[in-house]
């Protein structure tokens, strides 16, 4: 009796999140999905003297709603500004913000067509002193290209675009890092950003999920 309660109850959560989408193409949180390298392709470069961080990359592959479609020729461009630098134990991490021009970021195929644009609200790279393995994340606003309705859900703030960065650079992390020119490899993935009332409705319903467990458990 208990396991059917706690079924009904996964699968009341789980129809809440789908019928909170009011943009019936994204058919998950993670669609479309990006996936991009710098192999082949111009790399990440760091100017210690701009503070700009830029990045030249090949498209490999979207995934829609559907197969995943290749792109040949297709580029991705971004970058980002420098607005701080801290130093935790053994790790060190950079923060950076929008560029001085806009788009930040510009996806195109091989036929120039412009896939995705938007300009970075934040973004940041880490990685362990000493060795030059970093990771990073970055969100942006969409404001532009023909996969832009995939990705702008509602007139609410903060919803765009993810960018999971994966860097090996020429420079090892250290607190001293950015203060000297450094390149390096990028590959990265970029997916929606989940609607904030998505959100909401996903932490009440497992708020009260586990509230309702706990009441269970202390009967």
Partial sequence: MRFTKLLTLLIAIAMTVLLSANDSRALTLTLPDINFDTVGAGGLNYNASTGLLSVSARLNAVTM????TTFPGGTVQYAMQLTGVTTVGSYTTGQ????PWSPDLLIVDGSNTTLLAGDFISAY???RNGTNLGFGEAVFNVTGGTLAPYFI???MPGCGGMVNLAFNLSA??????FLRNFSGQSKGDLARVPEPSTLILLGSAMLGAGFWLRKRTTR
């Fill in 125 to 127: 790279i880490t990685g």
């Fill in 153 to 155: 859900c509602g007139p």
């Fill in 96 to 99: 950076f913000g929008t560029a």
């Fill in 172 to 177: 090892n992390f250290s607190s001293t890092m």
């Fill in 65 to 68: 709603p559907g197969p995943v």
